[in-house]
């Protein structure tokens, strides 16, 4: 999984931020091929791209992929970061042509954002993804491998972990399936 990283420190030009991440992907692909390691390039929320991820969209990432063969670099299908985007399922369409969704995670969008918005996804059905539709576009596009579930949520950690763990996979089956 590549979380390509922000802005360098002074640096406001995020063209150029993402032209590195091509850069280093043209340098580290070559390299995880011949260790029969697979990239998947993950896009994260906009809010994430002047500190931790200049990828933003799934068009984008899809992009940078795209130069090197399918089954070397693909891209991770987020939820929690890719809902918002009106053209994210066209783009899931087509990174499922091209056998480039290499992971597929499902994460609710909850408000009002906690302080620390990282760990503020909220547990399956408590926001404002269509955590289904979105399950039934990755296997429309030929998705068939795991679906992970990130609960990245304070309140949720804080609790019996066996409890959460047979909340979410009802959760799942009600919201997702």
Do not use: K
């Amino acid at each position: 999984m590549l979380v390509c990283g922000g802005l360098p420190p002074g640096s406001s030009d995020l063209h150029a931020a993402r032209g590195r991440v091509a850069d280093a992907l043209a340098e580290l692909a070559p390299y995880a091929a011949d260790r029969g390691v697979r990239l998947a390039i993950e896009p994260l929320h906009p809010m994430y791209a002047a500190d931790r991820c200049v990828v933003s969209t799934l068009d984008q990432a899809l992009e940078l992929a795209e130069p090197f063969p399918a089954a070397q670099v693909g891209v991770c299908v987020d939820t929690y970061h890719v809902w918002w985007d009106d053209r994210a399922p066209a783009a899931v369409d087509r990174a499922g042509a091209q056998g480039r969704i290499h992971a597929f995670q499902l994460a609710d969008w909850t408000t009002p954002l906690p302080a620390g918005v990282l760990t503020g996804r909220g547990q399956i059905g408590d926001g404002c993804v269509d955590l289904r539709a979105w399950r039934a576009r990755a296997d429309a596009a030929g998705y068939t491998g795991p679906v992970e579930v990130e609960l990245f949520n304070d309140a949720l950690w804080a609790r019996d972990g066996v409890e959460v763990l047979e909340e979410t996979a009802r959760r799942y089956v009600e919201h997702a399936l």
